[in-house]
Structures are given as structure tokens and as C-alpha cells.
T-cell receptor, first 110, second 115 residues
Framework: GQNIDQPTEMTATEGAIVQINCTYQ??????LFWYQQHAGEAPTFLSYNVLDGLEEKGRFSSFLSRSKGYSYLLLKELQMKDSASYLC???????????FGKGTRLHILP | DARVTQTPRHKVTEMGQEVTMRCQPI?????VFWYRQTMMQGLELLAYFRNRAPLDDSGMPKDRFSAEMPDATLATLKIQPSEPRDSAVYFC?????????????FGQGTRLTVV
């Protein structure tokens, strides 16, 4: 079976740093995605990790530990526009199926 | 500007009616996913195709849902008969042959309300 866990909601302050964690248990693994989804819109791609370590892309970074089944998304210098849901997703190794967690709703306070 | 196109964007229908949702994947993409999103369950994978062949539809209620790709430019998701519990946003996503560093691109979704 497949199980992807992430916190339901988080709150952070404008200008601060926030870390959104994701743990997964899957029958196979061939990469982990993070997507951002604003209310009423489609998910949009943020990052992809397949090897252990940190991938940095501007204000956003994503980390993966395959042995621990763990990833996090780090958002720096938070802006009000970062208020959105952040979805962790895992791709299987025998197929291209992408399974999503339920998402973390991030609220940014001024 | 390549994008996944879904129609209709909104659909309100009465219980028992047939609903057909359409998706045009990005030209050249050969993997197509159908997801359903609700507040309670999040994004659930209903079905997915590679080169128009269904690979997995285990997430789809078989008695009322069906998914097809009549050709490479069109994917359809049908619900017959529809029920109020089918109310959700249905997303289609497409991707090239998924190798490393290749994400799925989402359409804008079809918001379905069954009354």
C-alpha cells in the first residue's frame, strides 16, 4: 500500500522561514514531488527529488532522505502570496503513477 | 504556450444524469492522469494512461465511472449515473514519458456539482 503524511495546516509570519514535512511509505519509489496549489487553482510544480539531499531553487528548497522515507519543503523569506496548499507526491518505481498526500494548508500572517 | 485544457470548467447536474469531462493533454505528452480532489480526501488518483492504454484505474468506482483516450489529443472521464457524492474538482494532468526530473502538468480542472 501507499501512505503519504503531511500536516494539515501550518501558520507562519511574513518574512520568516517555514518547513513543511512529508513522510511516505510506498511499495516502490522513483522520485518525490512538491506542488503548490492556490485556492481555486490547479496544482503547479515546485520541485523534484530522486536522490538524497537538498535541492535549492530560489526561496524554496526541498530535501529528501530515502532511507527514512522523509522529505521537507523549506520556504524562506515568506511572502503573503505563499499562502497556499503544498502537496507532497511520490512516484512509484514500476510505473509512472504519482500519488499525492492530502496537502498542507499554509497561512501567512502579516 | 503549451497547457492541459479541460472542459467544461464548471458543471452542475442532477443526480442520475450522465457527466462527461474532457481533457486535451499537452501535445507530445504520452502519460495522462485523472485525479479527483475533495476537502476530505485531497487529490485521489482515479486512472492513468500511457500511450492511450489504461495502466491503472483501480482508484475509480467501476460501476459508474469510465475513462478512455479515443485518440492522443483527447481523454474523457464519464460518470453514469452521477450521484451527489461525486461532487468534486476533477483534474487531468499530462506528462512526457516520465523519466527523472519530469513533472506532471495539470489542467485547470472541472468543478462538478451533482444536486
Amino acid at each position: 500500500g501507499q501512505n503519504i503524511d503531511q500536516p494539515t495546516e501550518m501558520t507562519a509570519t511574513e518574512g520568516a522561514i517555514v518547513q513543511i514535512n512529508c513522510t511516505y511509505q510506498t511499495s516502490g519509489f522513483n522520485g518525490l514531488f512538491w506542488y503548490q496549489q492556490h485556492a481555486g487553482e490547479a496544482p503547479t510544480f515546485l520541485s523534484y527529488n530522486v536522490l538524497d539531499g537538498l535541492e535549492e531553487k530560489g526561496r524554496f528548497s526541498s530535501f529528501l532522505s530515502r532511507s527514512k522515507g522523509y522529505s521537507y519543503l523549506l520556504l524562506k523569506e515568506l511572502q503573503m502570496k505563499d499562502s497556499a496548499s503544498y502537496l507532497c507526491a511520490v512516484r512509484g518505481d514500476r510505473d509512472d503513477k504519482i500519488i499525492f498526500g492530502k496537502g498542507t494548508r499554509l497561512h501567512i500572517l502579516p | 504556450d503549451a497547457r492541459v485544457t479541460q472542459t467544461p470548467r464548471h458543471k452542475v447536474t442532477e443526480m442520475g444524469q450522465e457527466v462527461t469531462m474532457r481533457c486535451q493533454p499537452i501535445l507530445g505528452h504520452n502519460t495522462v492522469f485523472w485525479y479527483r480532489q475533495t476537502m476530505m480526501q485531497g487529490l485521489e488518483l482515479l486512472a492513468y494512461f500511457r500511450n492511450r492504454a489504461p495502466l491503472d484505474d483501480s482508484g475509480m468506482p467501476k460501476d459508474r465511472f469510465s475513462a478512455e483516450m479515443p485518440d492522443a489529443t483527447l481523454a474523457t472521464l464519464k460518470i453514469q449515473p452521477s450521484e451527489p457524492r461525486d461532487s468534486a474538482v476533477y483534474f487531468c494532468a499530462s506528462g512526457p514519458r516520465l523519466g527523472q526530473n519530469t513533472e506532471a502538468f495539470f489542467g485547470q480542472g472541472t468543478r462538478l456539482t451533482v444536486v
